[in-house]
């Protein structure tokens, strides 16, 4: 399978790993790493939150194996993505094999 084409992946965000929290429960993020060769899809989710529905904004970040930048980054659940100046947090990482190794990842973002 090919990869996905460098002429789709045409945004750059910065990776907050997830966050370790210190005898206060302050949350302290590690050393930011600014990815670049990514694609961001927003969406707008609808979900339940107890008996009243509202529109939770979310979005798919898509990382290519070999065309996104920097190499073999891990992405956890719980870190966040800050992506046009608004902060997300990762929910949910799936990596995408094409037989035979990894192709690309899909983050799910909230």
């Not at 789709?8 to 050393?31: C, F, G, M, R």
């Not at 920097?70 to 966040?80: H, I, R, S, Y």
Request: hydrophobic share 35%.
């Amino acid at each position: 399978m090919i990869p996905i084409p460098s002429a789709l992946l045409i945004h750059a965000a910065k990776l907050l790993p997830t966050a370790k929290e210190d005898v206060w429960q302050n949350k302290n993020y590690s050393q930011p790493v600014l990815l670049s060769g990514i694609r961001v899809e927003p969406a707008g989710q609808w979900t339940m939150e107890g008996q009243n529905r509202r529109i939770s904004h979310t979005a798919t970040l898509f990382y290519d194996c070999r065309n996104s930048r920097p190499q073999n980054v891990e992405f956890q659940a719980g870190g966040k993505i800050v992506f046009e100046g608004r902060e997300y947090t990762i929910e949910t990482v799936e990596p995408l094999y094409d037989g035979r190794r990894l192709h690309h990842i899909e983050v799910g973002l909230s």
